[in-house]
């Protein structure tokens, strides 16, 4: 008890404290905290319409935009050939084309309704098959096992599973010449297989 005494006395209290914080609360040791008024209101800040993490942007200089308006005065024909002119004086890194392989891209502006109409005269030729376990002989389960967990890298467990779930997908995006192998496969060991 006459430590308490020493340490309230040692320590200066502002004299508003205990009526802001209450008995039970004690900030003696923050050397920051100022009681706040308890008949004070909140305070309102002002939120900006968006969050701009790098701040207020300065109006663009009189050169920029004499710039921007000679570049808009100029014909279609010129303005396309602004973009690879500052590449080469710039120094830029050439840009990649992004290969648009295996996408369905609309025809013109009518997307899927303007293609549906037109019959695909060059047949593009599959490169990627599926395999698909049709079914196995009871007898054979566990050779077809083996063979699953041989192909796919699945541990026993899993390959059980998958093989019980038939008829199912044990491989895919493969070449054609690897999915007559895997046919040929579980064939040996007892089950039917289709290539898709």
């Known amino acids: 008890m006459k430590n308490i005494t020493l340490l309230k006395a040692a320590v200066r209290v502002h004299?508003?404290?205990?009526?802001?914080?209450?008995?039970?609360?004690s900030r003696f040791f923050h050397h920051d905290f100022v009681p706040r008024d308890p008949n004070a209101k909140p305070k309102r800040y002002k939120y900006p319409a968006f969050y701009d993490p790098y701040g207020p942007k300065p109006p663009p200089s009189d050169?920029?935009?004499?710039?921007a308006g000679?570049?808009?005065?100029?014909a279609p024909e010129e303005r396309r050939q602004i973009g690879p002119m500052l590449k080469e004086r710039l120094s830029l890194p050439k840009t990649q084309e992004i290969s648009t392989e295996g996408m369905e891209l609309g025809v013109g502006g009518g997307g899927a309704a303007a293609g549906a109409g037109k019959v695909e005269e060059k047949k593009v030729e599959k490169t990627a098959f599926d395999v698909k376990l049709e079914k196995f002989d009871a007898?054979?389960?566990?050779?077809?096992?083996?063979?699953?967990?041989a192909f796919t890298n699945l541990g026993l467990k899993e390959a059980k599973d998958l093989v019980e779930k038939t008829?199912?997908?044990v491989k895919q995006g493969i070449t054609k010449e690897e999915a007559n192998e895997i046919i040929q496969k579980i064939k040996a060991a007892g089950g039917v297989a289709v290539m898709e």
Do not use: D, M
Not at 15 to 25: E, F, H, N, R
Not at 139 to 149: D, L
């Open 167 to 169: 008829p199912v997908l």
């Open 70 to 74: 000679r570049i808009a005065a100029l």
């Open 139 to 149: 007898a054979a389960k566990i050779k077809v096992i083996k063979e699953v967990r």
């Open 63 to 67: 050169k920029v935009v004499e710039l």
């Open 15 to 25: 004299p508003a404290l205990p009526k802001v914080i209450g008995p039970l609360q």
